[in-house]
């Protein structure tokens, strides 16, 4: 019987793609067999968690992760790891080592935990966990398959820049907001009524009518986030 192959994988860098459609990450993977040893083709799958623990936080940066984690004085549980990204790549030919690009696609929807991480973060660094499975096509006169061993992960520590950066090329000095179908109709309808010339003047029509109103009353306090996110404690099948 021959010995499986021996995975290897590190994360050596990461840069926007400032030509992509949409916001989108580039990973550079560094994919190690062994010496000598023949890989025809390399399919792989790839989850990326954050893992919040691994670093800490200033108080503005606590306070922007308060709907994920809540105060801070809970974190020791509920500082938990968030799902950020699960992608697939094909690796080609090599021999003993290798290079390859992972493409990931991101959003800016502020709904999604792994986008309200990133933004919170005002410097240094965001630490993620790359977690490997896929098949391999492996051999010298020939080929077998064989599974990538579902304990091959690497850690890398994200450049938070490098996320502005990102958001920067496609929403330059914007946020993004998500609203339910009805809401929109009604915000649009509200627009052509009013003759305003962009969305912007609309939400500032609404909001300078909301000033010179009277408060209206509070309502109920929203759900936090950190108590509804899933703990992410195992790899997700493919």
Avoid: K
């Amino acid at each position: 019987m021959t010995a499986a192959t021996e995975f290897a994988f590190t994360c050596t860098g990461v840069r926007a793609d400032p030509y992509a459609a949409g916001p989108t990450l580039v990973f550079r993977l560094r994919v190690a067999a062994g010496a000598g040893v023949r890989v025809h083709a390399l399919a792989l799958r790839v989850q990326l968690r954050i893992e919040p623990a691994r670093r800490g936080y200033s108080d503005a940066e606590a306070e922007g992760l308060a709907d994920l984690f809540g105060e801070r004085s809970r974190w020791g549980n509920t500082l938990q790891p968030v799902q950020f990204a699960q992608v697939s790549v094909m690796v080609p030919s090599f021999t003993g080592e290798t290079e390859t690009d992972l493409v990931v696609p991101c959003t800016y929807d502020m709904d999604i935990a792994a986008s309200r991480y990133f933004g919170a973060l005002e410097d240094g660094e965001a630490p993620l966990l790359m977690l490997f499975s896929g098949t391999a096509f492996t051999g010298e006169g020939g080929f077998r398959v064989e599974p990538v061993p579902w304990d091959r992960e690497a850690s890398y520590r994200m450049p938070a820049a490098v996320w502005r950066e990102m958001v920067e090329q496609h929403f330059p000095g914007c946020g993004w907001l998500r609203l339910p179908r009805d809401t929109m109709a009604e915000l649009l309808a509200y627009r052509s009524r009013h003759a305003l010339a962009s969305w912007e003047a609309t939400v500032r029509a609404l909001l300078d009518s909301a000033a010179g109103a009277a408060p209206a009353a509070a309502p109920p306090p929203p759900l936090r986030l950190g108590a509804v996110l899933p703990r992410v404690t195992e790899r997700t099948a493919p």
